[in-house]
């Protein structure tokens, strides 16, 4: 069943959610709970989803991969300090050596460590975390991203620089991701003038990796990280070429669209970044209404209708938008970093 949810085979995870059922009272109370919250998780039910983790850690406090479920839920509705609470005990409980995702708990804490603001302790666990392994990018934008936010220009610099030999093991965390969000950090605390820099160099290493592949056999995830890139570095009318290519395969067409209606705004064709907004698809999937409303709200920031976008991102917390460090540095939605309702909302929580 998890198998298949991570797949995201929903056929799959619905026959199986259903046979399950049939089998529930002869399951043990934390199976029962497990079942409740893969159910909500499927649903998008991060509520619901919260609901199951805590008891099935009321039933067993010792369960680590409820821990570091919970932990993970608990960034997705913005409630950082219940994360530090329920994994800050288990972050070295497995052997780093010894499993590919045993460092999920030091991610979850310097996540929530950042959303809190506590960027000497999130740099702490980053440290640690790298000393026992030094090949996670999702590491190392956590130490680039403390130091950015410290106003440690330079340090930040020295950890993409210790990067670039590095074969990072996960693919979510390329060296060109790092990068790029490392620019966004900087620039969210003031250091614009470095942020380009590093926009630049982000934009260089997607060129380099888009132009090294055959036109069909191109990553659409690297298409899409080009393009953002080049947003970042505000080379917006170049940004558009990569989503033309996304948008002829088909792929993502809320993102592609949305992200062009932001180009659109950004670049004065007010009429075109209308046009996009009104049409903007919603496929009626699961998720997907969360990210229509999103991408509404990117558009409608750009085009200066600032209480309008945070009403959209409202709603789309509402109907299940995850929280991450990401919202506060979004170039997407720059024209809200500074505004007091956007500031409120994305406010911790819990």
């Not at 929530?112 to 640690?128: F, K, S, V």
């Not at 000393?131 to 020295?158: C, F, I, N, S, T």
């Not at 060109?176 to 942020?195: I, K, N, P």
């Not at 290493?205 to 953002?228: C, I, M, P």
């Amino acid at each position: 069943l998890c198998a298949y949810a991570w797949n995201d085979d929903r056929a799959m995870v619905e026959r199986e959610l259903s046979a399950a059922d049939e089998y529930l009272n002869r399951m043990t109370p934390y199976d029962r709970a497990s079942i409740q919250c893969i159910r909500a998780s499927f649903h998008g039910d991060l509520e619901g989803a919260a609901i199951a983790l805590r008891h099935m850690l009321e039933l067993w406090p010792q369960s680590l991969d409820a821990r570091n479920d919970l932990g993970l839920v608990a960034i997705q509705l913005n409630r950082p300090r219940e994360t530090v609470e329920v994994v800050e005990p288990i972050v070295f409980s497995h052997p780093l050596s010894q499993s590919l995702a045993a460092w999920r708990p030091l991610q979850r804490m310097t996540i929530a460590l950042h959303i809190l603001g506590d960027y000497e302790r999130e740099l702490q666990y980053a440290e640690l975390g790298l000393e026992r392994v030094p090949d996670v990018g999702y590491l190392h934008y956590a130490k680039a991203r403390a130091l950015a936010a410290m106003g440690l220009v330079g340090e930040a610099k020295q950890v993409i620089d210790a990067c670039l030999p590095i074969k990072l093991r996960e693919e979510g965390a390329k060296l060109g991701r790092v990068m790029t969000r490392t620019a966004c950090e900087l620039r969210a605390h003031g250091h614009r003038e470095a942020s380009d820099d590093m926009a630049a160099r982000a934009v260089v290493w997607w060129n380099k990796r888009v132009s090294e592949s055959d036109s069909t056999e191109r990553d659409s995830s690297d298409l899409a990280g080009q393009s953002y890139a080049l947003r970042v570095a505000g080379r917006w009318d170049e940004a558009r070429e990569p989503l033309e290519e996304l948008r002829e395969r088909g792929w993502n067409p809320i993102a592609t669209a949305g992200a062009s209606g932001v180009i659109a705004a950004r670049t004065g064709n007010h009429e075109e970044a209308r046009r996009i907004f009104d049409e903007l698809p919603d496929l009626g999937q699961p998720g997907s209404a969360a990210r229509h409303s999103y991408w509404r709200a990117c558009i409608a920031a750009y085009l200066g209708e600032k209480d309008r976008a945070v009403e959209l991102l409202t709603e789309a917390l509402s109907q299940g938008l995850t929280f991450d460090t990401w919202l506060h540095i979004d170039i997407d939605l720059e024209p809200l970093w500074d505004y007091p309702p956007f500031q409120e909302l994305i406010e911790p929580k819990g």
